[in-house]
């Protein structure tokens, strides 16, 4: 059965850096688009960006350049989001989705909390 | 980008109860590319409707879609306990990809 397994939650110091990832299994993980998307407490979702393991390509909502920046292993099936320049507006749950001809996100994580504070 | 306005933002439903609820879109959407979410607090989102209409693995056959251009809609045909939660509404015609602000469904 598909699965995408993120890793476990963060406390960062503002100004710093953090790396979440996200494990596929259960299907062909260069052939669909992985996803991520923001969900700030009691508030909607925002996407983030996608990343195509296939060939590594990305697209980004405007808003998130130069915030993320995504990358995947294909020898682990792991994608990864690395957050730069953390703030208390990035305190947030990070899900990763995966999608593909639909443009549905069929499979979702179960979300890794980032909390940014000193 | 285009602006998914969701309507309710909250109600309430007895058991038995029939619900609706909708997604105005700012530009017209393919209907192909309007999709729907389950979520549960303390939980990860779940698709719940795919392309306007078709139920997602596992969704009870009480759920509907319909809709096209600007106007969609979810509705349950009979509300049970296990439907309060907060819908949203997705659509991905257009990048960004983006979604509506949800409608928390409540049982009364």
């Known amino acids: 059965q598909v699965q995408l397994q993120q890793s476990g939650p963060e406390l960062v110091k503002p100004g710093a850096l953090v790396k979440i990832s996200c494990k596929a299994s259960?299907?062909?993980?260069?052939?669909?688009?992985i996803n991520w998307v923001k969900q700030r407490p009691g508030q909607g979702l925002e996407w983030i960006g996608w990343?195509?393991?296939?060939?590594?390509?990305?697209k980004y909502n405007e808003k998130f350049k130069g915030k993320a920046t995504l990358t995947a292993d294909k020898s682990s099936s792991t994608a990864y989001m690395q957050l730069s320049s953390l703030t208390s507006e990035n305190s947030a749950v990070y899900f990763c989705?995966?999608?593909?001809?639909?443009?549905?996100?069929?499979?979702w994580g179960q979300g890794t909390t980032l909390t940014v504070s000193s | 980008q285009i602006v998914l306005t969701q309507s309710p933002a909250i109600m309430s439903a007895s058991l038995g109860e029939r619900v609706t609820m909708t997604c105005t879109a700012s530009?017209?959407?393919?209907?192909?590319?309007l999709h729907w979410y389950q979520q549960k607090p303390g939980s990860s989102p779940k698709l719940w409707i795919y392309s306007t209409s078709n139920l997602a693995s596992g969704v009870p056959a009480r759920f509907s879609g319909s809709g096209s251009g600007t106007s969609y809609s979810l509705t349950i045909s009979s509300m049970e306990a296990e439907d309060a939660a907060t819908y949203y509404c997705h659509q991905y015609h257009r990048s960004p990809p983006t979604f509506g602000a949800g409608t928390k469904l409540e049982l009364k």
């Open positions: 259960g299907y062909t993980f260069t052939s669909y688009d």
């Open positions: 530009s017209s959407v393919s209907s192909s590319y």
């Open positions: 989705a995966r999608s593909g001809e639909r443009r549905d996100f069929d499979y």
């Open positions: 990343i195509y393991p296939g060939d590594g390509s990305t």
